[in-house]
């Protein structure tokens, strides 16, 4: 049996394969950007000078 991790985009809470998704936890690249944009124009603004985290983030 093959186990199949899905996640739910952040942004509009669909299901969305983890594995092969580039755009994880994102189902697609214009959540992606939707949800960044959003968090720089929230929460950057009020951490300071606190840099958005970079892509190379790896989750196991
Ligand atoms: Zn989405």
Redesign the pocket.
């Known amino acids: 049996m093959v186990k199949v991790t899905s996640i739910k ?1 952040p ?2 809470r ?1 299901e ?1 394969p983890w594995e092969g998704n580039p755009n994880r936890p ?3 690249e214009r ?1 992606k950007m939707i949800d960044l944009g959003a968090w720089a124009n929230e929460e950057y603004r009020v951490a300071g000078d606190k840099k958005p985290a970079d892509e190379e983030e790896e989750k196991e």
């Open positions: 985009c942004n509009c669909k969305t994102f189902c697609s959540c």
